[in-house]
Nanobody, 113 residues
Framework: QVRLVESGGGLVQPGGSLRLSCAAS????????MRWYRQAPGKEREFVAD???????SYRNSVKGRFTMSRDNSKNTVYLQMNMLKLEDTAVYYC???????WGQGTQVTVSS
């Protein structure tokens, strides 16, 4: 029933941009805060961005000013616009419905060359 499907990842050069999407289904999307997390090889999963059901966002310090999270409740989708990408942004990016075990399978972001 519950499904979160991340997309939009890819290979980009430093300074480039990507827009990630997370399409949700099987739960009352508009009631939940949503978050983006990421996990790089050999490292623990880390928080990236949060958006509550009023549209208020919060970000980890290292992405402030570069990443923007948004949501479209009519589409049951959250987005992560990533600009000025850095090598250290390389990771698998996951979305999550806050305080739930609802996770997607992730989308790979690779920043290289």
């Amino acid at each position: 029933q519950v499904r979160l499907v991340e997309s939009g990842g890819g290979l980009v050069q430093p300074g480039g941009s990507l827009r990630l999407s997370c399409a949700a289904s099987g739960f009352t999307f508009s009631r939940y805060s949503m978050r983006w997390y990421r996990q790089a090889p050999g490292k623990e999963r880390e928080f990236v961005a949060d958006i509550n059901n009023s549209g208020i966002t919060s970000y980890r310090n290292s992405v402030k000013g570069r990443f923007t999270m948004s949501r479209d409740n009519s589409k049951n989708t959250v987005y992560l616009q990533m600009n000025m990408l850095k090598l250290e942004d390389t990771a698998v990016y996951y979305c999550n419905a806050v305080t739930t075990q609802y996770w997607g399978q992730g989308t790979q972001v690779t920043v290289s060359s």
